[in-house]
Nanobody, 123 residues
Framework: QVQLVESGGGLVQAGDSLRLSCAAS????MGWFRQAPGKEREFVAALSWGGRTTYYATSVKGRFTISRDNAKNTVYLQMNSLKPEDTAAYYC????????????????????WGQGTLVTVSS
């Protein structure tokens, strides 16, 4: 069983930055998803185990960066130029299958989930 623990959420103003962390052990594809109140969970970013392959949602491309430090068993989501519409609970997830263009954005592709960390961006 893989345990994922997110941290780093908080209340910030528009234009600010935050870095989310996810403690995760094992050789997994890692993804970040988010869910705003009353909305479905949506894909944010994904990263292969080796870190060479990344995918981003269009809404965050150029502002968010996913990375991992396998020595520390930690995955990061650096979020810059935050907007009020980025407000959501952010979840990290781990996928045991190889990352492909057909699976990285689907929540059902991921086998393990963290408990979520709340990010609130005020205008």
């Amino acid at each position: 069983q893989v345990q994922l623990v997110e941290s780093g959420g908080g209340l910030v103003q528009a234009g600010d930055s935050l870095r989310l962390s996810c403690a995760a052990s094992g050789t997994y594809v890692m993804g970040w998803f988010r869910q705003a109140p009353g909305k479905e969970r949506e894909f944010v970013a994904a990263l292969s185990w080796g870190g060479r392959t990344t995918y981003y949602a269009t809404s965050v491309k150029g502002r968010f960066t996913i990375s991992r430090d396998n020595a520390k068993n930690t995955v990061y989501l650096q979020m810059n130029s935050l907007k009020p519409e980025d407000t959501a609970a952010y979840y990290c997830a781990a996928m045991s299958s190889p990352i492909t263009v057909s699976n990285y954005a689907r929540p059902t592709s991921y086998d393990y989930w963290g408990q979520g960390t709340l990010v609130t961006v005020s205008s």
